[in-house]
């Protein structure tokens, strides 16, 4: 068992440590494995309730030593008008 295993106010996760609060919330969730967690992007990980921007930095970093990463979120495709595309029709 590692030193940081032993630290209090901290839980393995499938191989990422955590704190305790960050661990029981996406626990209750279901979210119990590394590739659990990398499905979802920072957006959703934000909607968990106890789940912060800096919580959600620390289990990006916990994942990234185990060359894990959040899913990126997909953008909406831009539509032709947004990118200052012009009209079909020809000027008279």
């Known amino acids: 068992m590692s030193a940081r295993n032993k630290a209090p106010g901290v ?3 499938d ?3 955590l704190k305790t609060l960050h ?3 996406l626990a209750n969730y279901g979210l119990l ?3 659990a967690i990398a499905e979802l ?3 959703e990980l934000l909607r968990i309730p106890r789940l912060g921007p ?4 620390s ?3 916990e994942l990234a030593r185990h060359g894990l990463m959040l899913r990126r979120e997909q ?3 831009v539509s032709a008008a947004a990118q200052g595309g012009t009209s079909s029709e020809e000027p008279t």
Do not use: C, D, K, M
């Open 75 to 77: 953008l909406p495709p």
């Open 59 to 61: 289990i990006n970093q």
């Open 23 to 25: 661990y029981h919330a």
């Open 15 to 17: 191989g990422l440590f």
């Open 41 to 43: 992007s920072e957006r």
């Open 11 to 13: 839980r393995e996760l």
């Open 33 to 35: 494995t590394r590739a």
């Open 54 to 57: 800096a919580a959600v930095a």
